[in-house]
């Protein structure tokens, strides 16, 4: 059974950095797609960040471009994602997710079928 923990979030100021983890367990292999989704108090819920765990392609939101980057480390079946220059409306429950499996290597922000339990991140002006 694939299950995912994230770790990493935390309280900063505006213009601070956070680094937040999901290790993947309960496969021999990491999912083909790997995503960062977050939620604010009374939005729903949207995508920051995906990417395909074999190849190069990622997506970002408009919101995140240039500030947040998503990684992994195959071996360690871990993905990251490293977030700089936080807003206050960064605020939020960060979701790691993944996608089974997907035909081609574009792995797009919908279908995810397996989510961990969130970490909060608190961005404060």
């Known amino acids: 059974l694939l299950q995912l923990a994230e770790s990493g979030g935390g309280s900063v100021q505006t213009g601070g950095s956070l680094l937040l983890s999901c290790v993947t367990s309960?496969?021999?292999?990491?999912?083909?797609?790997m995503g960062w989704f977050r939620q604010a108090p009374g939005k729903e819920r949207e995508a920051v960040a995906t990417?395909?765990?074999?190849?190069?392609?990622?997506y970002y939101s408009d919101s995140v471009k240039g500030r947040f980057t998503i990684s992994r480390e195959r071996v360690q079946k871990t993905t990251y994602l490293q977030m700089t220059s936080l807003r206050p409306e960064d605020n939020g429950i960060y979701y790691c997710?993944?996608?089974?499996?997907?035909?081609?290597?574009?792995?797009?922000?919908?279908?995810?079928?397996?989510w961990g339990q969130g970490t909060q991140v608190t961005v404060s002006s």
């Open positions: 997710a993944a996608r089974t499996w997907v035909v081609g290597a574009v792995c797009g922000t919908d279908q995810y079928d397996v």
């Open positions: 309960g496969l021999p292999y990491m999912p083909d797609c």
């Open positions: 990417m395909y765990s074999y190849g190069s392609s990622t």
